[in-house]
């Protein structure tokens, strides 16, 4: 599976981005998709998650950002909202089987980042 995010750029505190993720899968409802970031000098973090109808968000974004998706297009989507300086970081997607808690192994597939960077 290839993934390609884009969507990234500047933005204000308190505006809004939606990423979005293209799999060249057919099948994207069989791989629970998930929003991952990583600021300078920082570890990579777990943004978001989504499986069937079951979502997963950090405390540091719940009810700022939701991630959804559009299966008939094979498209992963974060829409950020209320903006932070602190969501400043590249985002990236990934895709893993329907169980995956740990995505540091198994067989999952990474896109490359987008940029979101955030002015106060």
């Known amino acids: 599976v290839q993934l390609q995010a884009s969507g990234g750029g500047l933005a204000q505190a308190g505006g809004s981005l939606r990423l979005s993720c293209a799999a060249s899968?057919?099948?994207?409802?069989?791989?629970?998709m998930a929003w991952f970031r990583q600021a300078p000098g920082k570890e990579r973090t777990l943004v978001a998650a989504?499986?069937?109808?079951?979502?997963y968000y950090a405390d540091s974004v719940k009810g700022r950002f939701t991630i959804s998706r559009d299966n008939a297009k094979n498209t992963l989507y974060l829409q950020m909202n209320s903006l932070k300086p602190e969501d400043t970081a590249v985002y990236s997607c990934?895709?893993?089987?329907?169980?995956?808690?740990?995505?540091?192994?198994?067989?999952?597939?990474w896109g490359q980042g987008t940029q979101v960077t955030v002015s106060s």
């Open positions: 989504s499986m069937w109808t079951d979502t």
């Open positions: 990934a895709a893993g089987p329907p169980a995956t808690i740990n995505w540091s192994t198994g067989h999952i597939y």
């Open positions: 899968t057919r099948t994207l409802s069989a791989y629970k």
